[in-house]
């Protein structure tokens, strides 16, 4: 096996093509809303912005990996920071974009890890992310 990646990871590109497409269908939409106002358009038209939203955010996250840490670094908000050694593991999860799930220890006030109780971490798809993912088995303890 080669030693495990570092660096940075950069979302999937089909973040950015869903979040396009549902903006063209949005647009598609608003011209139907405008010919003929109806409830029926006007909630398929907010079922199409927060998917656009949904796509959007997740096209602008990236993962950043280093010797210790694992930082997911988010478009709005703080970012999320775990260390190799809080982490319990890491699955694939999803459907239509296979993303990953990390199962954690959170840090107490103290510094030291709550093993009491355990938090997730969704990790939009990434390129490379079969790597990642290695990269995670090989240093959880």
Not at 4 to 18: D, E, K, S
Not at 71 to 96: D, M, Y
Not at 115 to 132: F, K, R
Request: aromatic share 10%; glycine share 4%.
């Amino acid at each position: 096996m080669s030693e495990p990646a570092q660096g940075i990871f950069w979302p999937h590109r089909a973040y950015q093509w869903l979040a396009l497409l549902c903006l063209l269908i949005l647009a598609l939409l608003l011209r139907m809303l405008f010919a003929r106002s109806d409830l029926e358009t006007l909630f398929f038209c907010t079922i199409m912005l927060l998917a656009a939203l949904w796509f959007g955010y997740n096209a602008f996250c990236r993962v950043e990996i280093n010797a210790t840490t694992l930082i997911l670094h988010k478009p709005i908000g703080a970012s999320a920071v775990v260390t190799f050694q809080q982490l319990v593991s890491a699955t694939e999860s999803g459907r239509l974009i296979t993303a990953l799930t990390l199962l954690y220890h959170p840090r107490q006030p103290d510094g030291l890890l709550d093993l009491d109780s355990a938090q997730s971490l969704n990790i939009p798809a990434v390129q490379n992310q079969e790597q990642l993912h290695e990269t995670i088995l090989a240093k959880i303890p």
